[in-house]
């Protein structure tokens, strides 16, 4: 059976990234998002739920990432998960999920800081990309399914 390993993310970052270069001079880059959801609570209320997610970029992405983004600027992310796994201090085995990103877009506004820019940065984004939205499902389909 084959496998399928995809994660798509929108947040903020909650810290400015931390680069660093490997010894054969291969850049990773390392930051965190905040992705926010908003539901209905059984009492009525709206209650809101943060993850924070780790993400660790390579090369000429982790160059851009460290040099357009800072803490609380939002990002669109696509990558791949992978599990860390480590000992800590007490001997215990420890283990975290992390985002390898493979690909992301600029999200917000332009070069306004305000609006979540990149102040004067020398970076022109690219038109945004037009999704076409599924058809709507129809809820008599469910009588013509034959199983």
Known sequence: MSSF???ILMGNLTRDPEIRQTQTGTSICRFSIAVNRSFPAQDGTVRDETCFVDID??????ENISKYFSKGKPILVEGRLRQDSWE???GQKRT???VVLERFEFVGGGRDSSAGGFDNAEYTPSPARVRQQAPAVQDDLEDDVPF
């Open 57 to 62: 970029s390579f090369g000429r992405t982790a």
């Open 96 to 98: 975290k999920l992390v």
């Open 5 to 7: 390993n995809r994660v």
């Open 88 to 90: 800590d201090k007490q």
